[in-house]
């Protein structure tokens, strides 16, 4: 049994970022999120979607496997339950499952399960042939105590060591475009942390002399935050500075368009996947799903996607959408549950694309989700721990949840005032102690830099925390949903 890590000790080392992935990754949260059919027949372990590396010519399954939420001793998840060990038994039943029915690429990274996943992803696979298998792995270097080129390599050999492999198949320069906290406490903006983290200290050159060398099949980074990093990025690939293999981004059916409309400081993944489908740039793909958010929308936008495919899942709407896209390499979602593996292979095996008018429906549903304004977050917990004790992502699902299910009250008019009133105050203390609550927002913004999703997350809380007061003292905020 590994040793554990206190939690407080290891976001030090990795600049705040959780074992769960973020908005970085995709998955969905909770057993139930997915809304899998009565109907559940074992998927085929012959029909995997492939799709073709143009770089090294591997065919790579459309479905990648996330290992950043792994199940833990005791059911669930490790995001929920990060003190808890990971149940190795259940990831290597859950991986032999995948490699069984045509998964073949497994995403990790040394921030992952509080710094457990990389290892336990070895275990489970070096059970298998290499051959059987791709692993992705990253750069996590988030904390400016790992800025330098020798930690940074560090993180690299340990990345090699604790996978159990010679050679990494992709690796990402991980989150480019995202602020971080400097050594002397300033939080720097996403450019100044993307030269700060690869380039002052020479790691890009060092990892493009590692593919040089074998040690690296495929290079290429994860976006998030400031689009002038990944448009540098993108300009650096084209003059031939630095090739980039791949590059994994945010692309769901909500984010294709409204991704800057929910917020301005984020990027519509249509642009994302356009620029690299233009330069032929392979694209991984991380929240299909948005954090579970479009495996779990209001009933009636259920019923809208039920009368079109009654046997089909909300969940594998999204999950067709990500896929459809040429130039889309893999879709990764993170698994915790087996029952969650066996829908998304069944969506994957084999893919069904989205047709014209379905895609049309999409942008549709995507409007529906959009007027509903809740507040992106898809709890990565990027933002976590917050020095102040505040529990930010149990407070934004909360008060998305009241929107989702009818229960934020709008007019004291209403007859339904009263109901939603109790509902969403009671639930809020059921949900968030006290002493975790949005009120206690100092508003110092250590939080905001760490967002992928760039949520002005002191901001939000300020307004929930009025509407709350406001609902303590029998009153409404006027726009409290805007």
Known sequence: MSKKIDRRDFLKIFGGATAASSAVLSACTGRNAQQTTADQQEPPTDQMTLRRNPHTGDQVSLLGYGMMRLPVVGGGAGREHPEADIDQDMVNRQVDYAIEHGVNLFDTSPAYCQGRSERATGIALSRHKRSEYFVS????????????????????????????????????????????????????????????????????????????????????????????????????????????????????????????????????????????????????????????????????????????????????????????????????????????????IRTYAPLQPITQEEDDFLMEIARDIYDLKTIPCNECQYCMPCPYGINIPAIFVHYNRMIKEGNLPHSRRSEEYERQRKSFLVGYDRSVPRLRQADHCVGCGRCVSHCPQRIAIPAELHRIDTFVENLKRNGLVPDCTQ
């Open 137 to 344: 792995t990253k750069l996590s270097n988030f904390s400016a105590a790992t800025w330098s080129l020798s930690a940074s390599q560090e993180m690299f050999h340990n990345s090699l060591k604790n996978l159990q492999v010679d050679y990494v198949d992709y690796l990402l320069l991980h989150c480019c475009g995202l602020g971080a906290e400097g050594a002397d406490g300033r939080q720097l903006s996403g450019m100044e942390a993307f030269y700060a983290r690869f380039v002052d200290n020479h790691l890009i050159d060092w990892l493009s002399q590692q593919r040089e060398a074998g040690k690296i099949r495929n290079l290429g980074f994860s976006y998030h935050g400031d689009v002038e990093v990944f448009n540098l990025l993108l300009r650096w690939h084209d003059e031939g500075r630095y090739h980039f293999d791949f590059v994994l981004i945010e692309l769901n059916y909500l984010d294709w368009n409204f991704a800057d409309e929910i917020n301005p400081r984020n990027t519509d993944a249509v642009y994302l996947y356009n620029e690299l489908h233009n330069r032929g740039i392979p694209a991984l793909v991380m929240e299909p799903l948005l954090g579970g958010r479009l495996a779990n929308v209001p009933d009636p936008i259920v019923a809208k996607m039920k009368e079109r495919r009654p046997e089909d899942s909300v969940a594998s709407w999204a999950f067709r959408f990500a896929g459809t896209h040429e130039g889309v390499l893999s879709v990764l979602s993170g698994m915790t549950y087996m029952e969650h593996l066996r829908e998304n």
